[in-house]
């Protein structure tokens, strides 16, 4: 078992831990001499997301704050000389992001300009190579966001609340809008009744992308890649694929679009094989590469990627005729907590990132002779104070030979002995969990610190392991992945980490789902909290965003009688559970809906169990409001103190 250095600080505490910062979408300039990136904090208040500002820098030089919002400052993008920043911002209206410019080598206090009045929220943008223009990709007011990006809808902070509530098909898009920079004039350069999910430009006149006939969340399960006319806004199947897409990108010559393709629960956390489509014969490629994230063309024949590799991330080279360099692989996380991606300049020599590990908090890094050097220093401080546990990778046999493997955390200083456990299951199932600083809430980092060790397991179905050990879980979620999870319980006990009357279990949307189908299918743990959770297939694909994400993993008819959508329901299955269940969810979640949480407190009370539902407004998929992720750690942790702590 691998092992990651463990350092003696201060307890951690949900303040301590809200004091982090997190880098991302760094992005270097074409000629690698800049890196801008966001830093975004740890929570938010009251009906707003938590705040994010640009930063910027040479890469041989000091970072420097040069947005200052009031509220959310995302997506920087340098113009192709480098002297402009692209960046979009909800500083006019909170809740929608506009789009700002701003100089480069400007000194004083935020000096970004609002470019053009877009109807949309921003969603990415990308600069014409002359610099004339930027195409950006708008989602309308009222189209969802993703369940790795809270799954709540985009509103105007200030707009008027919808009385009555009306809801019908194809109202909210997402379109494709080009801006002159020097007038800010917009015009709308996507086909009319295509919604656009990502793009990268091929040229001035014409872009790649993956898109819907349907502007719905659900409709990214279906979606393809096509060739957009910008001009006569024409669009032009490329490839419809038998999975899901993401990070797509043109080659630098216009003849070939690359993209990842593979099977996915969530929208934006895409990873698969490498794919490679001839724009002009059709003729479509698969590269000897799995598991990828990003993508980025070093050259005509050439493309990087990043991805993830078990428990950690790599990064490499990879030509058309299938021959592959490694940069970098390793006990990391580069990208952030779903995503594995680096950002290289025009020529794909300079690499940089955002990385973390166990012992080492987020930071902005660049790939020199082989290993990452800090460009930032943001959470020096913080990092430095806090008690850190220790942390190793976990390994286990399943029932049916599977070798698996998970994180394990056990507290600083512990000597030895059975601890009590607590199971955190990731979301997804598509998703895993990686070598990282303060995961998701840092509730491993609480839990450890509380004296829990913690097993973080991922079971078939998780991302790392290729395609056929992500496929595993269709057609059976809740079925071998569970019992994956109850051979990871049985290892850390016969291994003496774990007492075996003190283990619980939690976690959120798919692991809400999972620790749901602990209490109702196991007495294994002593007690549960689902987080987010699924407990009612039939009526979860009925009040859903994303109906079409149950019905390609379960692979049934929702309407079957007696079929997977009754029994892999928690509910289904609640009379005679016996687990402490206290249910945890958000008021606004759009992906995994409150009332499934209420199904499951109401068939729990039915069943005689103990136990308590919290439902937090203005939340969504997840808890950002600080508030809010201190009243759920206290809850959680009581909760366990009282079940796995008390004396049998």
């Known amino acids: 078992m691998a092992s990651a250095a463990q350092r003696v600080g201060r307890a951690v505490t949900p303040d301590l831990l809200m004091r982090l910062l997190r880098p991302s979408e760094a992005a270097l300039s074409r000629d690698g001499r800049q890196i801008a990136f966001a830093v975004t904090e740890s929570f938010s208040e009251p009906n707003e997301r938590p705040r994010s500002r640009i930063w910027l820098s040479a890469v041989d030089g000091e970072p420097r704050q040069v947005t200052h919002g009031p509220g959310v400052d995302m997506l920087p993008r340098f113009s192709p000389d480098g002297r402009l920043l692209a960046f979009a911002s909800d500083r006019e209206q909170p809740g929608l992001m506009s789009l700002y410019l701003l100089a480069t080598g400007g000194e004083g206090?935020?000096?970004?300009?609002?470019l053009g009045r877009l109807e949309g929220s921003v969603e990415d943008i990308q600069w014409a190579a002359g610099g004339g223009s930027l195409v950006v990709l708008a989602a309308d007011p009222g189209s969802d966001r993703a369940g790795a990006q809270q799954a709540t809808r985009i509103v105007a902070k200030d707009g008027a609340d919808d009385d009555p509530d009306i809801r019908r098909?194809?109202?909210?898009w997402r379109r494709l809008l080009r801006v002159d920079t020097a007038s800010g004039e917009a015009a709308e350069v996507g086909t009319e009744g295509?919604?656009?999910?990502?793009?990268?430009?091929?040229?001035?006149?014409?872009?790649?992308?993956?898109?819907?006939?349907?502007?719905?969340?659900?409709?990214w399960y279906d979606a393809y890649v096509a060739l957009l006319d910008l001009d006569a806004r024409t669009a032009r199947n490329l490839y419809r694929p038998?999975?899901?897409l993401q990070a797509l990108c043109s080659s630098p010559d216009g003849r070939r679009v690359a993209f990842v393709e593979g099977l996915c629960s969530d929208r934006t956390i895409v990873t698969g094989p490498v794919k490679v489509v001839e724009l002009q014969s059709g003729e479509v490629r698969e590269l000897p590469v799995d598991d990828v994230g990003w993508l980025g063309w070093s050259d005509d024949e050439t493309l990087l990627y990043a991805g993830w590799?078990?428990?950690?991330?790599?990064?490499?080279?990879?030509?058309?005729?299938?021959?592959?360099?490694?940069?970098?692989?390793?006990?990391?996380?580069?990208?952030?907590?779903y995503v594995p991606r680096i950002?290289?300049?025009?020529?794909?020599?300079?690499?940089?990132?955002?990385r973390e590990s166990a012992g080492e908090a987020p930071e902005v890094v660049l790939f020199e002779n082989g290993s990452w050097r800090s460009i930032s220093r943001l959470n020096d401080e913080v990092a430095g104070e806090l008690e850190l546990p220790r942390w190793e990778r976990f390994a286990w046999t399943a029932h049916d030979g599977l070798e698996l493997e998970g994180l394990l955390a056990r507290p600083a200083g512990h000597e030895g002995g059975p601890l009590p456990l607590v199971v955190w299951v990731h979301g997804g199932p598509t998703a895993s969990w990686t070598w990282q600083f303060a995961p998701q809430y840092g509730h491993s980092l609480l839990l450890a610190s509380a004296g829990y060790a913690v097993l973080a397991p991922n079971p078939r179905g998780s991302a790392g392991r290729g395609a056929a050990f992500r496929e595993a879980v269709l057609g059976d979620m809740g079925g071998e992945d569970f019992e994956d999870i109850l051979a990871g319980v049985d290892a850390s006990v016969a291994a003496g980490i774990a007492d075996e009357d003190r283990v619980g279990i939690f976690g959120g949307s798919y692991g809400g789902f999972m620790s749901a189908l602990a209490v109702t299918r196991s007495d294994r743990f002593a007690a549960a909290v689902p987080m987010a959770v699924v407990s009612n297939w039939l009526s979860f694909h009925l009040t859903t965003n994303i109906g079409r994400f149950d019905e390609l993993f379960l692979d049934d008819d929702p309407y079957r009688p007696g079929g997977a959508y009754f029994e892999r329901s928690p509910v289904a299955q609640a009379p005679g559970s016996r687990t402490p269940t206290l249910i945890v969810h958000g008021e606004l979640d759009l992906c995994t809906p409150v009332g499934q949480a209420r199904e499951l407190y109401q068939a729990l009370v039915d069943a005689g169990v103990e136990t308590e539902l919290a439902v937090y407004p203005r939340e969504g998929h997840g808890y950002v409001e600080r508030a809010h992720q201190i009243d759920v750690w206290q809850r959680m942790r009581a909760w366990f103190d009282r079940h796995l702590l008390r004396e049998f």
């Open 109 to 114: 206090e935020d000096e970004a300009q609002p």
């Open 169 to 172: 098909p194809f109202r909210a």
């Open 242 to 244: 038998r999975w899901q």
């Open 309 to 337: 590799q078990g428990l950690g991330s790599r990064c490499g080279r990879i030509a058309l005729d299938g021959s592959h360099t490694e940069l970098w692989s390793g006990e990391a996380t580069i990208g952030t907590r």
């Open 343 to 354: 950002t290289v300049d025009a020529r794909g020599e300079t690499v940089a990132a955002v």
């Open 194 to 219: 295509v919604n656009v999910w990502e793009f990268d430009l091929r040229d001035e006149g014409s872009a790649v992308a993956v898109v819907s006939d349907d502007p719905s969340e659900s409709s």
